[in-house]
């Protein structure tokens, strides 16, 4: 995994999975793995969560069928601050640790042989991108997006 430096944002090239999304959707989650500080005050801000090379962008129709996978861990505390979170947040920040990272990759395995075609594939590739992020940092960072499309 390659982490960029903190002005380097424009460097990123997001992984995009899509399903049934359709190419002018503006909705989406982004999935920002977090580069770890050794400091005992760090706070990151939002620069620090944009450091990875490849970060994962899912839009509307295709990450509402991962919703009752996060929904099924909640409440969970913050990551980060240690706060309880009741629910997935699909329009703010949601920091996700380690270990409930896991407890979603057990639920989507269980169903993988349930599900089939495109949907199977989605989650599949959801996995691969999870599981690898997670060998290096312990937190991912999912955050609710409206972004500006180009189309030419």
């Known amino acids: 995994m390659i982490w960029l430096n903190p002005n380097d944002d424009k460097s990123q090239e997001y992984v995009e999975l899509r399903l049934n999304a359709p190419k002018t959707e503006k909705i989406c989650l982004e999935f920002n793995p977090l580069k770890m500080s050794c400091s005992p ?16 962008r899912i839009y509307k129709q295709d990450y509402e069928l991962l919703l009752g996978y996060f929904d099924k861990i909640y409440p969970v505390k913050d990551a980060f601050d240690r706060t309880l979170e009741l629910a997935f947040d699909v329009c703010f920040y949601n920091w996700i640790g380690k270990s409930d990272w896991f407890r979603i990759i057990d639920e ?13 594939a989605l989650l599949t590739d959801f ?15 999912v955050e609710g997006q409206f972004i500006k499309i180009h189309l030419f």
């Open 41 to 56: 005050d760090w706070n990151p801000i939002w620069k620090e969560r944009r450091r990875h090379t490849s970060p994962l």
């Open 108 to 120: 989507i395995e269980r169903d993988l042989n349930r599900v089939h075609n495109g949907k199977k």
């Open 127 to 141: 996995l691969g991108w999870v599981k690898k992020a997670l060998e290096h940092t312990p937190i991912i960072v």
